[in-house]
Antibody, heavy 122, light 109 residues
Framework: QVQLVESGGGVVQPGRSLRLSCAAS????????MHWVRQAPGKGLEWVAV????????YYADSVKGRFTISRDNSKNTLYLQMNSLRAEDTAVYYC???????????????WGQGTMVTVSS | QSVLTQPPSASGTPGQRVTISCSGS????????VYWYQQLPGTAPKLLIY???QRPSGVPDRFSGSKSGTSASLAISGLRSEDEADYYC??????????FGGGTKLTVL
């Protein structure tokens, strides 16, 4: 079945880096745009970044632009989020999500992973 | 402060009809599709409504979405206890960012 599994979360000190991964299965990963969305403890959803199906287009939320980098390896069916210069306010559950329409960017998130927790604390 | 505005809470009794509003602007809801997501306690969000009023397969027809101008709404009819969850509206913005509402916590009394 269609599945997304995030990994790589943990506790990290402010200013350090962390890389999240999202392993996809059950669909043709290379045909779909992918997103990262985060949720701080007890708070709502915040969009982080999107990457097109072929990796040629990437867009970021203002809050992470210049610090986070979204990428993908279609040969490994894996999405990544490289997070640098981490701040306390980056503490959240990070979800990867698949775009619903093939080859599209601007569409619903039809499949979500279970999330991975990132805690930024000294 | 979320770009899209939702009421923080809503409630209803079993069998009732409840609506949740979502207000935006001309650069997001006014010119792009609206999506709704349901997040049950302790779980990942789930797509409930896409492209303003379309239901993915498996979503009961008790859930419906609508959009008018720069506002949208989610209606839940025949309210059931398992509908108790957080509901989020979302839309693309013309700046190619995704914007979410702050979420509405639905309580079934």
């Amino acid at each position: 079945q269609v599945q997304l599994v995030e990994s790589g979360g943990g506790v990290v000190q402010p200013g350090r880096s962390l890389r999240l991964s999202c392993a996809a299965s059950g669909f043709t990963f290379s045909s779909y745009g992918m997103h990262w969305v985060r949720q701080a403890p007890g708070k709502g959803l915040e969009w982080v970044a999107v990457i097109s199906y072929d990796g040629s287009n990437k867009y970021y939320a203002d809050s992470v632009k210049g610090r986070f980098t979204i990428s993908r390896d279609n040969s490994k069916n894996t999405l990544y989020l490289q997070m640098n210069s981490l701040r306390a306010e980056d503490t959240a559950v990070y979800y990867c999500a698949k775009v619903g329409a093939i080859f599209a960017l601007l569409d619903a998130f039809d499949i979500w992973g279970q999330g991975t927790m990132v805690t930024v604390s000294s | 402060q979320s770009v899209l505005t939702q009421p923080p809470s809503a409630s209803g009794t079993p069998g009732q009809r409840v609506t949740i509003s979502c207000s935006g602007s001309s650069s997001n809801i006014g010119s792009n599709y609206v999506y709704w997501y349901q997040q049950l306690p302790g779980t990942a969000p789930k797509l409930l409504i896409y492209r303003n009023n379309q239901r993915p397969s498996g979503v009961p027809d008790r859930f419906s979405g609508s959009k008018s101008g720069t506002s949208a709404s989610l209606a839940i009819s025949g309210l059931r206890s398992e509908d108790e969850a957080d509901y989020y509206c979302a839309a693309w913005d013309d700046s190619l960012h995704v914007v979410f509402g702050g979420g509405t916590k639905l309580t079934v009394l």
